[in-house]
Structure formats: C-alpha cells, structure tokens
C-alpha cells in the first residue's frame, strides 16, 4: 500500500469514525431516563445553585450530578436503580437522601436545614461549582483580551479563518494573512504552543482546516508578558480548543453545506468520571475556492511600454483532522494527560495566467500559461504533560513535552502558449519536511495573599528540510531539462532556549506584574541548487526581553492598563531560502538568506469599564520597530524562451524603522433584550523610514518613506427575536495606506447569519453569507523606478452556508474545588493554556 493509499484511507476512516462515535453516543444516551426534581429550605422556599449528587449504590461509574437553577429545580438523566443523594448548598447543612429510581419522573422536593450562620467554617468545605450563564463575547484581563465565538452566528460551521474575521483587533486579507494592528507578524498557538494543526507556514489553507465549532475562545494578547515565547512582534493568538468541563459522556455534532460547493462534518466527544476523563475533536470536509488576481504594469524601459495579466485559480481540497485526549488525576494533587493529533489536507488546483504585452512600437504579445496542481499535507503531533500542586495555597509545577511532525508536497504541471503557439512546459515538484520538539517546564510559587513568583524554562528544536525540483521544455528544445537555479536542496535548523521569571503583586488599588526573558537563537542553513550556487549560513541572537504590566483597579471591573514589552520577529524559514517558489516566471518570489530579526518596542495605556449591559475598553498605544522586513519588488529583463521579457522579483529585506500608534477601541453593548452591538474601531497612523538599493538588480534606490492616517472598523450587530431565534449583521471597513512605493487602497464588505435553536435546545441550525455585495478585494499601486504597477486580488468570492448542529448530553457542569483565596492578578481564563512558553 502506497502513501497515497494510505492517506486515502485515513481520511475515509476518520469521516467514518465521525459518523460511528455520534451514533454510539446517541444510542449509549438512551439507557437512561429522565429525573427532575427540587431543593428546598425547612420553611419551602427554593435553593437556588445547590449541587445535587446521585450516587449509584453498586455502580459509582453511573453516578450522576447537577445544579438547581434559580428557582430550586434540576434535571438529569440517569439509568434506573438505587441512589443514595447528596445535597450541598452554601450556608446550608450537607443533606442525605436515599432513591430507588425506576421510571423517568419527579422525585419530588427534597429539603435541606441553613447554618446556625452564614459565616459558618463549615461552608468553607462546601465545593464550589461552575454556573453556566449567557456570557459577554469579549473580556479584558491583565495581560489579554478574551474572544468568545459561541455567540458569532456570522462564522456558524464555517473555519478558524472566518472566526479570527470577527475577533476585535485582528483583521483576515483577502488572500488569508491574518494582522493585529495594521502588522502581519502575528504568533499562532493552540493550546498555548504550535500545532501540527497549522501545518508549517501557518497559511490560509491550514487556518481553513480548523473548524469554528472546535473554538472554545480566542486570546488576543497585543502585547505579550515575558511568561510568552518573544516571537510575534504583532502579538499572539491563542486558539483554545474545546474540552468537555461536564460530568458523564457529552458532545455534539455539527454538519455544513454551503457554496462556493462546501461541505462539512466534525464532532467534539468527551467522557469524565471519577479520576479519568478522555476528550476526541474530528472530523472533515470539501471545500472549493477562487482566487482572481490582477496585474496592470506600465514601464519606461524594455521590450514593452505595457503589460496586462489576469490569473484565474480555483481550488479543491479535502481536509481531515482528529484530535484524542486523556487525562488521570493519580492523586489529589497530581495529574498526567497525554494527546495526539492527526491532520490532513490534500487538494487540486487549476490556474489559468493571460498575458498581454505592448511593445514601444505598439506589437502585442499574448501568452497563455495554465497550471495544474497538486498539494498533500499530513501532519501529526503527540502531547505529554504532568501537573503537580505541592500544596493547597497555589503553588505549582507543570511540565510538557510536545513532539511533532509535518510533511507537504505540492507538484504542479505548467503548459504555456505564445501567441496561440507552445512556448514552454513547467513541472515543478516541491517537498518540505519537518520535525518540531518543545519542551516546557513551569513554576508558580504564591507569596503572601497579593503575591506570585513565576518562572520557567523552554526548548524549541526545529528542522525543516526542502527539496525543490522545477524541470522545463521549450518548443525550440523539445526534450525536460532542469532549471538550475530553481532545482535544489536545503536544510534549515533553528534551536531556541529561553528561561524567564515573572512577578506579580498588588499594593492597595494598583497591581504590577513585572518579569524578563532570555532568549538565545540558533539557526543554520544549507542551500545548494544545481547551478552550483550553494550559500551556508550560521545565525546567533541572544537578547533580554522585559515586560511591565500595570493596573489601577478605580472600583470592581473599572481599571486602567498600563503595559510595555519589547519582541522579536525571527524571519519565517521560508523567506530565507534563495530561491524557495517558481510558479509563475513573470512574477517571482526570491528569499533572502542574510535576512535578520526585527525588533520591536511596544507601549499600550488602556483603559476597562464593564458593566451588566457593556464593556468599554479604548487603548492607546505605540510600537517602534527597528530592522524592518519590507516586500521590494523590481523588474529584470530576462528571457524567456529565448524572448527578452520583463519580469517581476519580490524580495524581502530589512529597511529601516516602522512606527505605529493609535487608538484601539473594543465595546460590546446589550443596547435592549433583543439587540446587542459588538464593535472595534482602530484609529491609527503610520511612520516609515527606509531606502533600499541593490545595484545588482536596481538602476535606482526604491524608497518606503511614508506616512499618513487610516482606520479599520467593524460592527456586528445581533437582533434577537426571540428566545430560538437571531439574526446578525456585520459591516467591515479597513481604509487605505500610503507610502512612497505602494498606494494600497481601501476595502469594505457585509455579512449576515441567522441563527434558530430547535429540538428543544439540543439542536441548532444556522444560515449565514460572508461578503453580501462581493467587495472585498484588494486593491494597490506599486511604484518602482521604471515602472508602475496596479494590483487587484480577491482571495473568495460571495459564499453562503448552512449548518445544523445536534448537541447530546448525558452529564452535568463539573464541579470544582473553590480557590482558597483571591489571586488579583490570576488570569481566570488562562489555566488551560498548558503554559504560554
């Protein structure tokens, strides 16, 4: 059985296994019956939030528990037998209870005594629990702003793409480059560290394979503490994957179909009892897509005064992914979990380029060049990790191994024709592997009531191996030949160690968190192509990386944020490869191996109001960026088939200093019971400095000196009309930038979802259009020395989707153990991230 065969059948399996797990749960559901009950006090009235706990008498795995709801009452579903019940509610006495439970019914009102009083020690082993309640889409924390997807019907059964669409502060181009403030350098983790689940580039495609439903929250972190990894000089996005925090065996199911021709199917299952819980996300899906690009250049020099192309693509691709979790509590204080991950994506694609060239004496040249393509991506990764809490007052220690590993080929077939006549033949074969290991250790030592003392350490071994092979035939030599400069091997390896230290205190009102990261880089590069040009290459960087977090808390969710850190951009190993792509040979993309980090300092001063009805939260803030990386783009006259013809060459290159600063304004508003406006307005401007002159390929310097005023905006607003019904609108608007060398236009679009909840809530169907008028493109004017190009690129055109998602539930909100006392600068959401190194 070959590769192929192999993958094939994986993802057959996984669908499959979709399928059969969903069924298993609903007939594993239906062995139980339905019990509903109440709590009340010695005088009838109810108790509202009391857990209730029903104890099988010779089965403990068929135990059961709830919570009341305001009025006293719960519902569970159980199998039939004998039950001793457990009732604890606080400034309330523990009360027991024995059942026989035959038939699905009420076991009628049970009744609990009140402490002698309300600040009885014995409340104080009453077990905390969790009160599941409508919550606010967006929260702001210490060091973090917190996006919950749940209520985004805009992006229902659609992808981690359409998501980060909608999050406050981060904006999604047209052709999938996700930025945080106007930068594209942004950090992706899952979980608190990389993913196999995004592949090795972190690319459209990869963020495309993550279905929305799979999102628990998304952390938008603009301005990292040292606790975080230095990379990401935008900032971080941290993806929170689901897990189930309820008792028993839960999950749900979510099917899409939606044009362009979409089609999906993933489930999230979960089972907890007692000391163990185990976890499985999967699923998959078909997606079609259409990429338009235009190219109107104008030039003074060359064979021609102008030329015109038009590229055409569309795309096909099935991608699959199933994720597996376990996790045992060996002790009261100390737990193991370990998790795999698997992640395919295997596509088609079909480009079609029309040239059109104007000579200085007004001949026109046409060119056709069609490409048939193909792209396979498997990727897997295991997690281990291991939590000890030494005592009862917080202090921990959290070690993680993360081992994974990538491969992706994409082969194309390129057929072009001159003037209706074969011209020239392309097949280009490119490999990339890549194995990743992380290693984490984590300390957290609580000093007095107000205090914590963090620190830990990180490894990071990368190695990416790329193997390109671009073979050509031409009509005046019929016979494939290889293109030495575009055929090669390289090898590219990074090693990172990192160690920092983090203090967190209050005095009265104000709260500080204070804390420094040492970094030491290594990275190595071996490149050699066939021409013989072969570049080696050893790179070191060590660097301190401070951070200060300040607070003033004015009364309780009404504070003032203060905040610095300083960040580094390592350049993607990509970029740094000579000659990493050949695909289209009027329009090139070169790397650059003496390409160097930038770094970055960042200031923010916000300010946080949240009340029942809203939350505001406006920061100023500021970044100074040195070595920056820009895109320089030149022309050549190069031949083509024996034809001088002028070509286009990306690069990027370190040019000067980038400054941005600006008002970064999030608020969500419950204007009425049935309208609710979530909104983000980023009013900022832009300082650049830089010239950059290669006298090998430039006959003058090309200048990125420019600075101006934009703005990006987005509105979404929810009209809920009734308690199973929601409709809602979102506008986006990004405006225009301006340097000396690139004009790149504004751009708006309009999206609408409804959203209806059936089947007595444990079903919910979703309709939704992503970009209602067709309008978002990209557009841009590109100035070089001898040339003026105009670009226009739309990644997606209009696409619609429809969703319908069946939830099963057997269990009920976990319980926890309260905290013993209040950590005023504890990140309430951010446990689960298993270390943000």
Do not use: C
Request: no cysteine.
């Amino acid at each position: 059985m070959n590769q192929t065969e192999i993958i094939s059948l994986f993802t057959k399996k996984t669908l499959g296994l979709t399928f059969v797990l969903s069924a298993a749960a609903l007939a594993f559901a239906q062995d139980k019956v339905n019990v509903t009950g109440s709590v009340v006090s010695k005088d009838n009235q109810p108790v509202p939030y009391a857990s209730v706990t029903f104890v099988h008498k010779t089965n403990k795995a068929l135990s059961e528990g709830a919570l009341t709801d305001e009025k006293g009452q719960y519902v569970m579903d159980i199998t039939p037998g004998n039950y001793d019940i457990t009732i604890e509610a606080i400034d309330y006495k523990k009360g027991t209870f024995n059942k026989q439970i035959a038939t699905a019914g009420n076991v009628g009102a049970l009744s609990i005594e009140p402490e002698a009083t309300s600040t009885n020690a014995k409340t104080q082993d009453i077990q905390g629990v969790v009160i599941t309640a409508t919550t606010k889409p967006y929260k702001v924390e210490l060091d973090k702003r917190t996006y919950d997807p749940s209520q985004d019907i805009v992006s229902k059964g659609g992808s981690l793409q359409d998501v980060l669409s909608n999050v406050p502060s981060v904006s999604v181009d047209t052709d999938g480059t996700v930025s945080m403030r106007g930068s594209s350098n942004v950090r992706f983790l899952i979980n608190g560290k990389p993913s196999a689940l995004l592949g090795i580039d972190d690319g459209a495609n990869a963020l495309q394979s993550i279905p929305a439903d799979q999102i628990e929250r998304i952390e938008v972190i603009t301005n990292p503490s040292s606790k975080f990894e230095a990379s990401g000089t935008a900032g971080i996005l941290n993806i929170i994957l689901k897990k189930s925090k309820k008792t028993g065996f839960n999950g749900s199911v979510i099917g899409t179909l939606g044009y362009l021709p979409q089609t999906n199917l993933n489930t999230n299952l979960s089972w907890r009892k007692g000391n163990f819980t185990w976890f499985l996300n999967g699923g998959g899906g078909y997606r079609e897509s259409k990429n338009t690009q235009r190219n109107n250049a104008y030039l003074t020099t060359g064979d021609f005064r102008e030329t015109h192309n038009e590229s055409i693509s569309k795309s096909k691709n099935d991608n699959y992914n199933a994720t597996g979790g376990l996790a045992v509590d060996l002790t009261e204080k100390t737990s193991i979990n370990a998790s795999g991950t698997v992640r395919t994506f295997d596509g088609t694609n079909i480009g079609n380029i029309d040239y059109v060239n104007y000579g200085f004496d007004n001949a026109i040249t046409t060119r056709n060049r069609t490409s048939n393509g193909t792209n396979n991506n498997l990727a897997f990764q295991g997690d281990f990790g291991l939590d000890h809490k030494f005592d009862d007052k917080g202090q921990n220690l959290a070690l993680s191994l993360s081992l994974q590993s990538n491969r992706s080929n994409n082969d194309s077939d390129i057929f072009q024709t001159q003037n209706s006549n074969f011209d020239l033949q392309n097949i280009i074969g490119q490999k990339t592997r890549n194995k990743t290991l992380i290693g984490k250790a984590d300390y957290e030592l609580p000093i007095g009531e107000n205090s914590k003392l963090e620190a830990g350490y990180r490894i990071d071994i990368n190695a990416n191996n790329y193997q390109n092979l671009v073979t050509q035939r031409t009509s005046s030599l019929p016979f494939m030949l290889y293109l030495d400069d575009y055929t090669y091997t390289a090898k590219y390896e990074e090693m990172f160690n990192a160690g920092y230290l983090q203090f967190k205190s209050k005095i009265g009102k104000l709260g500080y968190q204070l804390g420094v990261r040492n970094e030491n880089s290594r990275i190595d590069i071996d490149y050699l192509n066939l021409a013989n040009n072969g570049k080696t290459t050893v790179k070191n960087y060590n660097n301190l990386f401070p951070s200060v977090f300040l607070s003033y808390e004015i009364s309780k969710d009404n504070q003032f944020l203060l905040n610095y850190s300083r960040r580094i951009d390592r350049p993607r190993s990509f970029f740094l490869i000579p000659n990493p792509s050949y695909s289209d040979n009027q329009n090139i993309f070169d790397g650059n191996i003496d390409l160097n980090p930038s770094y970055v300092d960042s200031y923010e001063l916000g300010y946080s109001i949240s009340k029942s009805k809203f939350t505001i939260n406006p920061t100023l803030y500021f970044r100074h960026q040195t070595d920056d990386v820009k895109m320089i783009t030149y022309s050549k006259q190069e031949p083509i088939n024996g034809v001088p013809t002028t070509v286009f060459h990306t690069k990027p290159v370190n040019i000067g200093s980038d400054d941005r600063f600006g008002l970064d304004l999030n608020f969500n508003w419950d204007a009425t019971k049935w309208l609710k406006f979530l909104g983000n307005v980023d009013l900022f401007g832009y300082n650049t400095k830089g010239n950059y002159f290669d006298p090998s390929i430039m006959t003058k310097a090309q200048s990125f000196e420019g600075n101006g005023f934009a703005v990006r905006a987005r509105l979404t607003s929810t009209v809920k009309i009734d308690k199973t019904l929601s409709f809602q609108f979102q506008g986006f608007y990004r405006g225009g930038q301006k340097t000396q060398s690139v004009d790149r236009k504004d751009m708006y679009a309009l999206n609408f979802g409804a959203s209806k909840t059936i089947w007595k809530g444990d079903g919910t169907i979703s309709f939704n259009i992503q970009d209602i008028f067709n309008t978002r493109a990209m557009q841009s004017t590109t100035y070089g020395s001898d040339f003026t190009r105009d670009s226009y690129m739309q990644w997606q055109p209009r696409q619609f989707a429809l969703s319908l998602t069946y939830r099963f539930k057997q269990g009920n909100e976990k319980v926890d153990q309260p905290k013993r006392k209040k950590d005023i600068n504890s990140n309430a959401q951010g446990d689960d991230q298993q270390g943000p190194m």
